[in-house]
């Protein structure tokens, strides 16, 4: 693929310097008039490319969306849907606005293009018409914002039930921890200033609720149950993007944010999922062939993953944890499992 | 009071002759705003190689990320060493690319350029209001020019935390490395950027309110000028707070002040500040941050109502509400700052509250872009590169702008904030659309500039192989960003999710090395056209405003007689006589500013 487009990039470049070259021979003996305004010739000529470029903009627009909306990652949360109807509805909306204006200009810029006896028509104002194109998007983006204003109060506003889990996502320089309050459901004191030792999340060891904290480099989530997540960095400004559960909010030394949501799929449901199974298989040809890669790097499984989404140092693109959706059983499971942070300070 | 002041710029323009200007004088420390003008354009289109230069060296790391390139050893010694770019460099190309292109190229270089150029010459004065001021605003600028670029030979590297600077990252050296001397640098830099296009701005707004030509109303004023004029306001209200944000943040980095900082941990020790907040800075910031983008974009569009009207041979269509759709632009610009914040952590209601201002500004926005389709309907369209440049910034204005519409709904913004998609949301609306208001700018006044011609085969060429490659970089970006691919990433190879976007990253850097080697016909077209182009004549383009009426040569005091006068608006062209049977002035499509009205002529209501 690669050597594809490097053949590609060749040729083109090619005919570039050709045309260019051929623009240089035609326009020098030719030319008599050098007057370098564009004359007659020129108005036609470059008329013409704008249709030209207008086939290369819609080709463009039509490959884009063929062969690449694919990308689109699956949603796996239960506002993931709300959300992807509204980017689908506002991403139709504008792509319906953008083919016809975009004609409209180039199809102008062609019909209209000089010629010589054509004259102008003199068309300084028309209230009626600046009216109609201030009304139709004052109403398309009223309906849009207030679409988009319910959708938001429900993903921010998280009413928090007997069941919500709540999980605190910690961020440093270049890695994340999770914090699940354990038994008692609520989360011990932390504050940078207990970090000590093994204590790396700054848990105050003399407050009763951290001792049944539970901290894990992983994320395991129950699916279909909501989480609340709090966010605390010990450094610098971090993002907590979860991009399959359309979530993310960044993460801020001295205070603490929060974002929830309900996964709604789990690891290997969506691991099994046909679009899934498809990107994998393509991925992993990708890989097959990458000679960069070790032997044992070259099979790829899905998981989903937590990226940092906001700039935090040199190894900011390499900050990520991975995340497991799965049963509440196997969840409860797991974190069994897990030692507690009250286990963790008595070993040392 | 524009009478009031002519007299004495009459008296001034009389001693001119009495005194040769030295070479100092004339070409270096000159108070003349055509010189200065001149000084800004060739000082950004410097700055503009760089900046684009850094953003080629990205786009290679991140279409081949695990390959070798020597040009990194070349350029960036040892932080390319064997051919390997270190991620430290690749945050800080990122955030000086960033700044450099915002604010060097599109601020000061097209702003100040075409602000220095156009408002004596459209407005029929004879130079700017403060010649001394005009000068200093300037030379700051170029010396904010030699600062930024001197931090790449900082031992630690230049600053590397975004253009936006953000806290703690900024103002903590162990964070990053180019926290350190190169973010003093860059705090040293932008404070003097911000007084020199202070100085800039008031300047623009005083000649524009007060040194007017007899006869030149506020609403028979050339799109342009309103433009500049609006575009100098929003600068005074809003550098200022980016100017206190910066010297907050220099507090916190040299003196232990803690407006930003609170609780960190960092390298092994808890660091003494407490209860300042990051987020206050991401406030201060935007509240410039935001405006900016229209700081860069309004003047781009005002040159090209111009250029549009001009070349459409017909007058811009619907002018008044151009200037209502300008000042709306205006205003709400700067009330829109807190969508860049919907997930930093403030208040989810704020989030609501700008995302209702921010749509509105879809709507003066849209009224532009319609507004200039109309202008070119039924037009008789002189193709000439300024043209071309022109409908190009609306193609990609109207592109661009309209992603817009789903990254200022907070609850879109969520799954798109800090990806590819936002990236190629604001180089369309913002980056692109502002370089060809640049380019039709150079294009359209080269001629007022320095009396020659640009060759216009050279300008197709350059116009249409920059067309094909903006797109064809910023269209497929989208789709990436959809993808869920986050910014400011060094390479994508840790996430094997990630692994078959890599042809589409290959693809898009390779328009943008084509795109880039685009330039280089505009280059060559710009020296060459210097000193060999074909000399221009006094109106090549046919144009009714009142730069037109002065001599090709350049003159202190712009008019070598009397200021002309004016009696009309500046789009009078293809208008018919009473009878219909021929233009007013008959056998000429034009009838500029300093025309009186003709007895055959209907009158505009004014």
């Given at each position: 693929m690669t050597a594809l487009l490097i053949i590609l990039v060749a040729a083109l470049l090619g005919i570039t310097i050709w045309q260019i070259s051929k623009i240089f021979k035609l326009s020098q003996p030719i030319e008599s008039d050098d007057?370098?305004?564009?004359?007659?010739?020129?108005?036609?000529?470059?008329?013409?490319?704008?249709?030209?470029?207008?086939v290369f903009l819609y080709g463009l627009m039509i490959y884009s969306f063929w062969s690449l909306s694919k990308f689109y990652a699956p949603g796996a949360s239960s506002h993931a849907e709300d959300y992807d109807q509204l980017f689908f509805i506002s991403l139709g909306l504008i792509m319906f606005v953008q083919v016809i204006i975009q004609f409209l200009i180039h199809w102008f810029a062609y019909k209209y293009r000089g010629k010589k006896g054509q004259k102008a028509l003199f068309y300084a104002d028309n209230d009626k018409l600046e009216f109609i194109w201030t009304i139709i998007p004052v109403i398309t983006l009223?309906?849009?914002?207030?679409?988009?204003?319910?959708?938001?109060?429900?993903?921010?506003?998280?009413?928090?039930?007997?069941?919500?889990?709540?999980?605190?996502?910690?961020?440093?320089?270049f890695d994340w921890r999770a914090r699940y309050s354990g038994e008692d459901g609520t989360l011990g004191e932390a504050n940078?200033?207990?970090?000590?030792?093994?204590?790396?999340?700054?848990?105050?060891?003399?407050?009763?609720?951290?001792?049944?904290?539970?901290?894990?480099?992983?994320?395991?989530?129950?699916?279909?149950?909501?989480?609340?997540?709090?966010?605390?960095?010990?450094?610098?400004?971090?993002?907590?993007?979860?991009?399959?559960?359309?979530?993310?909010?960044?993460?801020?030394p001295g205070m603490t944010t929060q974002f929830g949501f309900t996964p709604t799929t789990t690891s290997k449901e969506i691991r099994n999922s046909e679009y899934m199974v498809e990107?994998?298989?393509?991925?992993?040809?990708?890989?097959?062939?990458?000679?960069?890669?070790?032997?044992?790097?070259?099979?790829?499984?899905?998981?989903?993953?937590?990226?940092?989404?906001?700039?935090?140092?040199?190894?900011?693109?390499?900050?990520?944890?991975?995340?497991?959706?799965?049963?509440?059983e196997e969840y409860q499971k797991w974190i069994s499992e897990q030692q507690t942070f009250g286990e963790l300070t008595a070993q040392n | 009071m524009s009478v009031a002041a002519q007299p004495l710029a009459n008296d001034h323009a009389h001693e001119e002759g009495h005194h040769e200007p030295t070479f100092i004088e004339k070409y270096i420390f000159s108070t003349d705003h055509k010189m200065i003008a001149k000084q800004y354009l060739i000082t950004g289109l410097i700055m503009g190689f760089i900046g684009i230069a850094m953003s080629m060296l990205m786009r290679l790391q991140l279409a081949w990320p695990n390959e070798t390139f020597w040009i990194y050893e070349v350029l960036l010694g040892r932080f390319g060493e064997d051919g390997v770019m270190d991620p430290s460099i690749y945050l800080a190309l990122s955030t000086i690319h960033g700044t450099i292109m915002i604010f060097y190229v599109l601020t000061a270089g097209l702003s100040g350029t075409f602000s220095n150029l156009l408002i004596p010459l459209q407005i029929g004065a004879r130079d700017m209001a403060s010649g001394f001021m005009n000068m200093l605003s300037y030379w700051l600028f170029a010396l904010s020019c030699v600062v930024i670029v001197s931090s790449f030979f900082v031992e630690a590297g230049p600053a590397s935390s975004g253009w936006t600077v953000y806290p703690p990252l900024s103002a903590l050296p162990q964070a990053i490395g180019g926290s350190g001397l190169g973010m003093t640098l860059w705090l040293v830099a932008i404070t003097i950027f911000i007084a020199s296009s202070l100085l800039g701005s008031l300047n623009y707004i005083v000649t524009v309110l007060n040194l007017r030509t007899q006869g030149m109303t506020m609403t028979r004023l050339p799109l342009t000028i309103w433009a500049f004029f609006v575009t100098a306001i929003i600068g005074v209200v809003s550098f200022p707070v980016l100017l206190a944000a910066g010297l907050l943040l220099l507090m916190d980095r040299s003196f232990g002040t803690s407006f930003f900082l609170s609780d960190i941990y960092i390298q092994g020790e808890v660091l003494s500040y407490q209860g300042g907040s990051p987020v206050l800075y991401e406030h201060l910031f935007w509240f410039l941050g935001h405006p900016e983008v229209y700081i860069v974009l309004l003047p781009a569009l005002g040159i090209t109502s111009e250029i549009i009207a001009t070349n459409s041979r017909?007058?811009?269509?619907?002018?008044?509400?151009?200037?209502a759709s300008i000042l709306a632009i205006a205003f709400?610009?700067?009330?829109?700052?807190?969508?860049?914040?919907?997930?930093?952590?403030?208040?989810?209601?704020?989030?609501?509250?700008?995302?209702?201002?921010?749509?509105?500004?879809?709507?003066?926005?849209?009224?532009?872009?319609?507004?200039?389709?109309?202008?070119?309907?039924?037009?008789?369209?002189?193709?000439?590169?300024a043209m071309l440049f022109s409908i190009g910034l609306v193609s990609t204005f109207v592109t661009g702008g309209l992603t817009g519409i789903i990254l200022g709904d907070s609850t879109l913004d969520i799954n798109v904030h800090d990806t590819y998609f936002v990236i190629a949301h604001f180089h369309l609306v913002m980056g692109i659309s502002a370089l060809y208001g640049l380019f039709a700018g150079i294009y359209h006044w080269f001629p007022k500039m320095f009396g020659r011609m640009m060759s216009k085969n050279l300008g197709y060429v350059h116009f249409w192989i920059t067309a094909v490659g903006a797109y064809g970089i910023f269209f497929p970006m989208h789709f990436i960003g959809m993808a869920g691919l986050p910014r400011r990433y060094y390479k994508f190879t840790e996430f094997p999710y990630f692994d078959d976007l890599a042809d589409t990253n290959i693809l898009i850097s390779v328009f943008a090395f084509i795109t880039a080697a685009a330039q280089i016909f505009f280059v060559y077209n710009f020296i060459h056209s210097i000193f060999y182009g074909k000399k221009a004549e006094q109106n090549p383009w046919k144009s009714n405003t009142l730069e037109w009426t002065t001599p090709v040569k350049h003159i202190h005091g712009n008019w070598p007689g009397e200021i002309p006068k004016v009696y009309r608006w500046s789009y009078d062209y293809s208008k018919r006589n009473k009878e219909d049977t021929d233009y007013i002035i008959a056998g000429q499509d034009f009838v500029p500013q300093n025309v009186p009205i003709q007895d055959n002529e209907e009158e505009m209501n004014e």
């Open positions: 007057s370098q305004i564009a004359t007659n010739e020129d108005n036609q000529k470059q008329g013409k490319i704008f249709l030209a470029f207008t009223a309906a849009l914002i207030i679409y988009g204003l319910f959708s938001w109060s429900e993903i921010m506003n998280v009413q928090e039930t007997d069941d919500t889990l709540v999980v605190e996502i910690y961020a440093y320089q940078v200033r207990f970090i000590e030792g093994i204590n790396q999340l700054g848990l105050n060891e003399s407050d009763p609720y951290s001792q049944d904290d539970i901290i894990t480099t992983e994320l395991h989530l129950p699916v279909d149950r909501q989480v609340l997540f709090k966010f605390r960095s010990q450094d610098v400004l971090h993002s907590a993007y979860f991009p399959f559960f359309r979530s993310q909010m960044n993460v801020v990107k994998v298989k393509n991925i992993n040809e990708i890989r097959q062939n990458n000679d960069n890669l070790g032997p044992d790097e070259k099979d790829y499984e899905f998981e989903y993953y937590l990226l940092c989404n906001k700039i935090c140092g040199v190894s900011h693109y390499n900050m990520q944890m991975k995340i497991v959706v799965e049963t509440e | 017909k007058p811009i269509f619907g002018y008044r509400a151009m200037i709400l610009s700067t009330v829109v700052w807190g969508h860049h914040m919907f997930v930093s952590g403030m208040n989810p209601f704020l989030g609501s509250v700008f995302t209702f201002t921010t749509l509105l500004i879809a709507i003066p926005s849209g009224v532009k872009a319609f507004n200039y389709i109309t202008t070119l309907w039924k037009g008789n369209l002189q193709l000439n590169p």
